[in-house]
């Protein structure tokens, strides 16, 4: 091993690191330092240091040597620095909060090099995310006994008034408690369920952040469980708690609740189809009937779609992926048997969206996963390759596929361009979609003549 460097937990520091610790005590703090006690890697936490015994002005002059700064939080004793390997992480000044009024937003957060790194880490939320590793010795500062709740699979906070402080630290616990497999301390569990009602002043976009970590962990039915029996869920996602307690019917074994987030956790760990299986049945509860003695839910579908486009965009979500998970969940409900006939898997397709195949056929298995379904593999790989066979004929399937486009519309029937036009185009696709040899440039123009 070269000199002066160090290896710990299987790491050796970098070129820059070994230069803030020439002039005080350099650590990684919080999640990192836990996922390393754990020899997880595959979640990537972000990357956080505290210095300290060095001023902020020096330790800026020191990361500029190798790399760019950005002081945005100096007033904060944080720095963001770009390293020489392309990441971005945070170096901060260990710092203490003290409370100046009722709100949780109300605190005056000071930094001061000659802190101990003790005084940072209890101010921290959870005693898993209050260690650091020194990256001089190896050594590991754990003023909380966290490695031992870590160890015992525990979740505790650090004190009583950290939900206050900051009350997204309760679906930060959630998503913890699902992605570690952790349990919730009966101290930690009461004070969660006394400040629940803080989470309506925490921003939309906060509480997304949250959600999707949760959807992400191995069984994110574990933290929608806790989050119904703690009274969370209906604070931030009533729409996935009113489906508690609807009974279904002989193709389900369990209430619409129970299915759903059975359904997330047998999806795929892709966002999209996560949060499909999730909501694919919210509109159940309002679309419920009984008929001749058995519960039925027509239409279900339809009413799902409208909410789960609700929720994601009351959580702030992109347009594009509320537009890709809002049709995932319409669409659903389809049921493609021996009988259907090419053309009808080309209007399928061309309903659906080439692009979104492989997504809703992943959102079946889930569901039908979910509820204990056989033969669930060979089902949605028979289907998988009868949509290929068409994909793969080259048939015309949306308006750009076609050999004429607009201009062609346009110039043939002398109208302007508007709404006219996107009609005549939907004509022509409808028809080469069910004669794929009409998708001729000749006998598109004839058939655009005819429109006259």
């Known amino acids: 091993m070269a000199k002066n460097r160090n290896i710990t937990f299987g790491r050796e520091t970098f070129e820059w690191e070994r230069a803030l610790l020439e002039r005080g005590e350099l650590y990684l703090v919080g999640g990192v330092v836990r996922d390393l006690i754990l020899e997880r890697t595959e979640d990537s936490p972000d990357t956080d240091y505290i210095i300290c015994g060095v001023t902020y002005d020096e330790v ?12 945005v939080g100096n007033s904060f004793g944080v720095i963001k620095f770009d390293t020489p390997d392309g990441e971005t ?23 001061d090099e000659q802190l101990p790194v003790e005084t940072d880490l209890e101010r921290r939320d959870f005693t898993i995310n209050s260690m650091a590793l020194h990256l001089g010795d190896g050594k590991i500062i754990d003023p909380l006994c966290g490695r031992d709740d870590l160890e015992r699979k525990i979740l505790r906070v650090n004190r009583p008034t950290s939900f206050v402080e ?10 913890f408690m699902a992605r570690f497999s952790l349990t919730v301390e009966e ?26 970590k949760l959807i992400l962990a191995p069984r994110p039915s574990e933290g929608f469980i806790f989050m119904h029996e ?23 074994p369990d209430d619409v609740f129970y299915h759903s987030i059975k359904s997330c956790d047998a ?21 419920k009937r009984e008929v001749d003695g058995r519960n039925v ?26 537009r890709t998970v809002v049709h995932l969940v319409r669409y659903h409900m389809f049921n493609i048997t021996e009988e259907w006939t090419d053309g009808a898997l080309r209007r399928f397709l061309s309903k659906i969206g080439p692009e979104n195949v492989d997504d809703l056929l992943a959102l079946r298995l889930a569901d039908m996963r979910s509820r204990g379904d056989e033969d669930v593999e060979s089902q949605v790989e028979w289907v998988r390759g009868e949509l290929q066979r068409i994909i793969e004929s080259e048939a015309a399937l949306k308006r750009t596929d076609l050999e004429v486009n607009g201009k062609d519309i346009i110039e043939v029937l002398g109208v302007e361009p508007g709404q006219k036009v996107g009609d005549a185009l939907q004509r022509l696709l409808d028809m080469v979609i069910d004669e794929p040899e009409l998708n001729n440039r000749e006998k598109l123009l004839e058939l655009i003549e005819e429109m006259r």
């Open 60 to 71: 800026v002059t020191i990361l500029e040597g190798f790399g760019k700064t950005n002081l």
């Open 89 to 111: 992480v945070d170096i901060s000044l260990p710092r203490t909060e003290s409370s100046t009024g009722a709100g949780h937003r109300d605190f005056d957060v000071r930094y």
């Open 166 to 175: 900051d009350p997204l630290r309760i679906l930060r616990g959630v998503q």
């Open 187 to 212: 101290g930690t569990r009461a004070l969660i369920e006394e400040h629940r009602e803080l989470l309506g002043t925490v921003s939309l976009e906060r509480v997304r952040d949250e959600l999707n």
């Open 230 to 252: 703690t009274g969370i869920l209906p604070v931030i996602f009533c729409e996935l708690d009113d489906t508690w307690g609807i009974s279904q019917n002989e193709f389900h």
């Open 267 to 287: 999806a795929e760990p892709k966002l999209q189809v996560r949060w499909s299986a999730l909501i694919h049945d919210l509109g159940k509860p309002k679309m």
């Open 297 to 322: 839910f027509y239409r279900h579908e339809e009413e799902s779609a409208d909410i789960a486009e609700r929720v994601l965009s009351r959580l702030r979500f992109p347009k594009d992926f509320i």
